[in-house]
C-alpha cells in the first residue's frame, strides 16, 4: 500500500471511531508497527491527529470539544502506562474497612490489579470486566442492575440509578473522558453521566482518574464537581487546575515506594 493510501485509510478510521492502536493500524494496514508509528508522526506533524502513547486519536476542535468516544479496547491501549500509575496509586487508598464504588473504564479497571487480594473492603461496580475481575481475586462485589452499554461494557439506565441510591460509598473511583475549566468533568453519554453523578454524591470522597490527554477536553454532558473532587492523574501541564480541585499527580510515585511494598503490589 502506498504512503498516500495508508494516511487516507488511517483518517478514514479515525473519522469513524475517534481513536485506534498502532496494533490495530497494523493489522488494518498490513504493515509493521514501526511503519505505523512513522506514519502517525508524520500526521501529527501535519497537524491532521493527535499522537499518544499507543495510537492516536482525533485532532481536537480548538475550543478542545469532541464528540466521538472509542471503544472499551481501543482506549485501554492509550496512555497505558499513564492508567498503571494512576491505577497503583488510587489501590494504596482503600482500606478493609472502606465501601467502594468503582466506575466502569480502563484506569479503574487497572486499579483492580493492584488491590491486595486478602483485602476485606466491599465493592460496587457499574462494570461487568471489573466485577469479573473483583471476584477473580477473591474479593466481596456487587455489579448493579441495569442496562448493558456495549460500547464501554458498563451498565446504565434508570435501574442502575435506583440501586445507586440505596448505598453510601465510603469511596468512589471514577473515570472521565474530560477536565476542562469551564465544562468541569464530562462524558459523551448522558445515561453514564447520570450514574456517575449519582455515584458521586452518595460517595463520602470521590476520586476521578485521569491521565494528562483527559485535560482541556470537552464532551457533550457534564457530571460531579470538581470542587467537591480528587484528581489523580499523571502529571500537569497546567497547574491552574490546582485553584479548582484537589489533584495528585503520580508520576514516578510507585518507583519512590519501599522495594518490600512496590512487590507486594506487584504481587497481590
Known amino acids: 500500500m502506498l504512503t ?11 473519522e469513524k471511531k475517534g481513536a485506534v492502536t498502532v496494533q490495530e493500524l497494523s493489522e488494518v494496514l498490513g504493515t509493521s508497527e514501526s511503519t505505523v508509528r512513522r506514519d502517525l508522526n508524520t500526521l501529527n506533524e501535519q497537524g491532521k491527529l493527535e499522537k499518544v502513547h ?10 478542545g470539544f469532541v464528540n466521538t468516544e472509542d471503544d472499551f479496547v481501543t482506549k485501554s491501549h492509550l496512555h497505558s502506562q499513564e492508567k498503571e500509575n494512576i491505577a497503583k496509586y488510587a489501590a494504596s ?10 466506575d466502569a ?21 457499574n462494570g461487568i470486566v471489573h466485577a469479573k475481575s473483583l471476584v477473580r481475586k477473591g474479593l466481596r462485589a456487587f455489579v448493579i442492575g441495569g442496562e448493558l452499554k456495549l460500547i464501554t461494557e ?14 453510601n460509598f465510603s469511596k468512589c473511583f471514577l473515570g472521565t473522558n474530560g ?12 445515561d453514564e453521566a447520570m450514574i456517575k453523578n449519582k455515584a458521586h454524591d452518595k460517595s463520602y470522597v470521590t476520586y476521578i482518574l485521569a491521565d494528562h490527554s483527559k485535560f482541556n477536553r470537552v464532551f457533550s454532558v457534564s457530571f460531579g464537581e470538581m470542587s467537591n473532587s480528587c484528581i489523580i492523574t499523571d502529571k500537569l501541564t497546567d497547574n491552574s487546575y490546582k485553584d479548582l480541585a484537589v489533584i495528585k499527580e503520580v508520576d514516578g510515585w510507585f518507583t519512590q515506594l519501599p522495594l518490600t511494598l512496590q512487590l507486594t503490589m506487584l504481587l497481590s
Open 4 to 14: 498516500q493510501e495508508r494516511f487516507n485509510t488511517i483518517l478514514n478510521l479515525l
Open 54 to 63: 499507543g495510537g492516536a486519536t482525533l485532532k481536537k476542535s480548538d475550543d
Open 93 to 102: 487508598l482503600i482500606k478493609d474497612d472502606d465501601f467502594v464504588y468503582i
Open 105 to 125: 473504564g480502563t484506569t479503574t479497571e487497572k486499579l483492580i490489579k493492584y488491590l491486595p487480594e486478602n483485602i476485606k473492603a466491599t465493592f460496587v461496580t
Open 154 to 167: 458498563a451498565i446504565i439506565g434508570v435501574t442502575a440509578i435506583e440501586e445507586l441510591n440505596r448505598y
Open 179 to 190: 477536565i476542562s475549566k469551564a465544562n468541569g468533568f464530562t462524558t459523551p453519554d448522558i
